[in-house]
Nanobody, 124 residues
Framework: QVHLVESGGGLVEAEGSLRLSCAAS????????MGWFRQAQGKEREVVAA????????YYADSVKGRFSISRHNAKNTVYLQMNSLKPEDTAVYYC?????????????????WGQGTQVTVSS
């Protein structure tokens, strides 16, 4: 059973930084692309960043390109999201998820189970 636990969120001032972590279990982590998603209040969940199984390919939404960096540690079954130069519009609950197909993770919001997410709040 897929189990995802996000952590690292918090309250930060604009232009600050946070590093999110997602610990995964219940599946063969290295066989799955991983992605970070976020959902702001009253808005649809959207993909923020994704990384291929090996880590050789990454994707970023235009809104975070140049500010966020996704990475993974397959031996630790963990994916990270380094967020720099945060803006108030980055305020949302951040979730991670997995898909065996990298391209599908970028284009389609996963329909399976989700973790509890971690709240990121950026003050102006």
């Amino acid at each position: 059973q897929v189990h995802l636990v996000e952590s690292g969120g918090g309250l930060v001032e604009a232009e600050g930084s946070l590093r999110l972590s997602c610990a995964a279990s219940g599946f063969t982590f290295s066989s799955y692309a991983m992605g970070w998603f976020r959902q702001a209040q009253g808005k649809e969940r959207e993909v923020v960043a994704a990384i291929s199984r090996s880590g050789s390919s990454t994707y970023y939404a235009d809104s975070v390109k140049g500010r966020f960096s996704i990475s993974r540690h397959n031996a630790k079954n963990t994916v990270y999201l380094q967020m720099n130069s945060l803006k108030p519009e980055d305020t949302a609950v951040y979730y991670c998820n997995a898909d065996p197909v990298y391209e599908r993770l970028i284009s389609t919001t996963p329909k399976g189970s989700w973790g509890q997410g971690t709240q990121v709040t950026v003050s102006s």
